[in-house]
């Protein structure tokens, strides 16, 4: 049986016949041996194999090239050789793939540019390496944390007939030939639809249902933002909590992103040095501040003035009722209040249908999680659990009730307030790791005019 190198290396004990397989990262030879790295993905480290000469597959140890996949048998020992513990003392050796010489990934220091063009291949860098682990662990601890706190996970739908955001920014799906393209009725759903952008509609109706709940899962926008953070697939995680208001879903919302980031701070199991190493000389440090204290909380009326008063000059205009940039979210926590920063009530105008309205009729309970190098990370509110209130403001963003009779409803029965929050999945992962692109933290990034692999 094969052997996870993650798992040899992390032995308590020498071990006398395990056999590894993995992809060369590297080879040297001598006249009697040739060390080979080994890295099977499974951690950051190469296990360093001796190979002595004659022994069996030896012969084919010249054509072990750096991308070539391998099989070793052998005795793992202490190693003599600084800043390992353990090496391999091969018995056998066993060339599975060989690779030719234009392998992509021959010498490190590629560019992430270059990388994302072999979204294939990269995973096998050790950046990459450590980015997709982060991911898979970091969903983990996204579970643990809702399930810990008794919320229930719910997969709402993925082809969806409403525009949650309002915003106009969705895929269409369809199954109509081109000569019909227009003629809904007929389409496969009899009616347009389209990728969800956002699961938080469904989500609130189990919420009215069972208590607290989660989604957690892919949502796309059509948005033609060519940013560093913005994808067109994406995924999102969306609780929503019944008997809870504005300042409960913030806490919410505060104490997830915190809880990830003492998650990433304990359990990287080694990654996180890669990222401190060639991403982000501070990242350990920001990670400690933010995991230890508490955030900042100011209502939109109080950032613009801020904003106003800063006396920098930004490329888009501050004013009370426009929406704030990236460049403003980032000068808030990263220059003013030099910490991650959450800002509430906004003024209805600039926000979707659902949202409380404040007793002040102009402000809507909105919720928005800044850090610093990203801005919004997480975007959230207490919904609109009056009846009027709700159909009103349907109106007012041009939404008819008919088409949301479903939402409407919840608010006919039993009606609760309730509020939640969608933190993006990518934005946190490069919150945790340090990218700077939400291209190199996504397997396969779609955004606009990329749509390869
Ligand atoms: O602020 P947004 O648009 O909120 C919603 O979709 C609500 N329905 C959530 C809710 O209340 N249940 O998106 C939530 C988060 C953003 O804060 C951001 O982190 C991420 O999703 N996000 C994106 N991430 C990557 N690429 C994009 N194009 C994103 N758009 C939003
Ligand atoms: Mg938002």
């Known amino acids: 049986?094969?052997?996870?190198?993650?798992?040899?290396?992390?032995?308590?004990?020498?071990?006398?016949?395990?056999?590894?397989?993995?992809?060369?990262?590297?080879?040297?030879?001598?006249?009697?041996?040739?060390?080979?790295?080994?890295?099977?993905?499974?951690?950051?480290?190469?296990?360093?194999?001796?190979?002595?000469?004659?022994?069996?597959?030896?012969?084919?140890?010249?054509?072990?090239?750096?991308?070539?996949?391998?099989?070793?048998?052998?005795?793992?020992?202490?190693?003599?050789?600084?800043?390992?513990?353990?090496?391999?003392?091969?018995?056998?050796?066993?060339?599975?793939?060989?690779?030719?010489?234009?392998?992509?990934?021959?010498?490190?220091?590629?560019?992430?540019?270059?990388?994302?063009?072999?979204?294939?291949?990269?995973?096998?860098?050790?950046?990459?390496g450590a980015v997709f682990r982060m991911r898979s662990r970091m969903a983990y601890w996204i579970h643990q944390f809702f399930q810990e706190r008794d919320f229930t996970y719910v997969h709402t739908p993925i082809i969806t007939a409403s525009d949650c955001e309002g915003a106009g920014e969705m895929f269409r799906v369809t199954t109509l030939?081109?000569?019909?393209?227009?003629?809904?009725?007929?389409?496969?759903?009899?009616?347009?639809?389209?990728?969800?952008?956002?699961?938080?509609?469904?989500?609130?109706?189990?919420?009215?249902?069972?208590?607290?709940?989660?989604?957690?899962?892919?949502?796309?926008?059509?948005?033609?933002?060519?940013?560093?953070?913005?994808?067109?697939?994406?995924?999102?995680?969306?609780?929503?909590?019944a008997f809870c208001d504005l300042a409960g879903d913030m806490d919410l919302a505060e104490a997830l992103v915190k809880y990830l980031v003492q998650q990433t701070l304990d359990k990287n199991e080694g990654d996180l040095a890669i990222f401190e190493k060639f991403v982000d000389k501070e990242l350990r440090q920001r990670l400690e501040f933010v995991a230890s204290r508490a955030f900042e909380r100011v209502t939109y009326t109080e950032a613009v003035e801020l904003l106003k008063k800063s006396g920098k000059t930004f490329q888009y205009p501050v004013e009370y009722g426009l929406n704030l940039q990236s460049e403003h979210e980032r000068w808030l926590t990263e220059e003013y209040f030099k910490k991650p920063t959450t800002v509430f009530n906004y003024p209805k105008e600039i926000k979707p249908f659902y949202m409380r309205l404040n007793d002040d009729g102009k402000t809507v309970t909105a919720m928005d999680v800044l850090v610093p190098g990203i801005g919004e990370i997480v975007g959230g509110s207490q919904r609109e659990e009056r009846l009027d209130v709700l159909l009103a403001n349907m109106v007012h963003h041009n939404l008819s009730p008919?088409?949301?009779?479903?939402?409407?409803?919840?608010?006919?029965?039993?009606?609760?307030?309730?509020?939640?929050?969608?933190?993006?999945?990518?934005?946190?992962?490069?919150?945790?790791?340090?990218?700077?692109?939400?291209?190199?933290?996504?397997?396969?990034?779609?955004?606009?005019?990329?749509?390869?692999?």
């Open 177 to 241: 030939p081109d000569d019909k393209i227009a003629k809904d009725a007929e389409d496969f759903f009899n009616k347009r639809a389209y990728l969800t952008v956002s699961g938080q509609l469904e989500g609130e109706t189990f919420a009215c249902a069972l208590s607290n709940i989660y989604t957690f899962g892919p949502t796309f926008r059509a948005e033609n933002s060519n940013t560093s953070r913005h994808a067109a697939e994406f995924w999102m995680i969306e609780p929503e909590v």
């Open 1 to 128: 049986m094969r052997s996870l190198i993650k798992r040899v290396l992390s032995s308590e004990v020498e071990m006398a016949d395990v056999t590894v397989a993995g992809w060369v990262r590297t080879r040297r030879d001598s006249k009697a041996f040739s060390f080979l790295e080994i890295n099977d993905g499974t951690c950051l480290a190469n296990l360093q194999v001796v190979a002595d000469a004659g022994i069996p597959g030896y012969e084919d140890v010249e054509r072990m090239l750096t991308g070539a996949s391998v099989e070793i048998r052998g005795r793992l020992i202490a190693s003599p050789a600084q800043g390992q513990k353990w090496e391999m003392q091969a018995t056998s050796v066993r060339l599975i793939g060989e690779v030719p010489q234009d392998y992509p990934l021959q010498k490190k220091g590629h560019s992430l540019e270059f990388l994302r063009g072999i979204s294939h291949l990269r995973p096998r860098t050790n950046l990459h």
């Open 402 to 453: 008919e088409d949301y009779w479903w939402y409407v409803d919840l608010r006919r029965y039993g009606s609760v307030p309730h509020a939640g929050f969608g933190l993006g999945f990518e934005r946190m992962l490069m919150f945790a790791t340090g990218m700077a692109n939400i291209r190199d933290v996504i397997p396969f990034a779609r955004t606009p005019g990329t749509c390869e692999f």
